[in-house]
């Protein structure tokens, strides 16, 4: 049995790690290593992860320069076979998720990849990710199925450690290239049709919309060339409009919300 290093990163989100902790401790899967990478924190997140320090493999909590930074220290604190960030915050939502997950990793599998369910503040379900933004989760995914935009993120995508080299540094969304680097060295990508993980609305990039915007530009273009991404995001600048005509359409009709990105 593959053995596989759940991650959670956090920093002063004591509440929102307790709630995904229970979610990774619950889990069904016998062979899971847990790390934790606290950016020393304030309020009592270090307090909690030494009254759970027996059911942690590893935790370690010091300053470090933000987000990735610590996920790339947390990648030296590995030892499995496959790796899944899951941080301070994410849920997985069932019990058994990661072992029905792993249930379809074959020998020459590097990623395992699936859906995400977006929830509100108080945990509220409001759809996938698929259903909410414009980047559709494809039934086929390679790193070509990057180049218009993020179709695929964290929590709904577990690679190989071997392939899972550290994040670029001083860039709001270097998740994007880290999966396009793992993605260009995969053997084999595997759709698993479950929801790995629940997350709520917001993060870092949201949080810095522009600059993510400027930074995800940079990256696709040393991934793609200038003309093939300059053509991709006007591509993606339409295809935003239209969702947001249809998703405008789509409240009025059923009285519900939609999110554009």
């Not at 509220?124 to 414009?134: A, M």
């Not at 860039?171 to 993980?197: G, H, Q, Y």
């Amino acid at each position: 049995m593959q053995k596989v290093s759940i991650i959670t990163v956090v920093y002063n989100a004591r509440e929102l790690l307790a709630k995904t902790m229970e979610s990774v401790f619950a889990q069904t899967y016998s062979n899971i290593e847990y790390v934790i990478v606290d950016g020393a924190s304030k309020d009592g997140t270090l307090k909690l992860i030494e009254e759970n320090a027996a059911r942690i493999s590893r935790w370690v909590s010091e300053p470090d320069k933000g987000l990735y930074d610590a996920m790339s220290k947390s990648l030296k604190l590995a030892t499995g076979d496959f790796v899944w960030f899951v941080n301070a915050g994410d849920l997985i939502p069932e019990s058994d998720t990661l072992e029905r997950i792993m249930a379809k990793a074959e020998p020459d599998t590097d990623v395992l990849y699936g859906e995400v369910m977006i929830v509100d503040k108080d945990w509220n379900p409001l759809g996938t990710r698929t259903e909410r933004t414009t980047r559709k989760l494809p039934k086929v995914l390679d790193w070509r199925s990057m180049q218009y935009g993020m179709v695929v993120c964290h929590q709904g995508f577990i690679a190989r450690r071997q392939l899972a080299g550290p994040y670029m540094e001083n860039n709001w969304v270097a998740d994007l290239d880290w999966v396009i680097r793992i993605l260009k060295r995969s053997r084999k990508n595997t759709l698993v049709p479950l929801i790995f993980a629940e997350f709520q609305e917001g993060g870092v990039s949201s949080q810095k919309h522009w600059a993510s915007l400027k930074d995800r530009y940079a990256i696709l273009q040393n991934h793609f060339g200038f003309f093939a991404n300059l053509k991709a995001h006007i591509w993606v600048l339409l295809r935003a409009l239209f969702f947001k005509l249809t998703g405008n359409q789509h409240r009025r009709n059923k009285g519900t919300s939609s999110e554009a990105q």
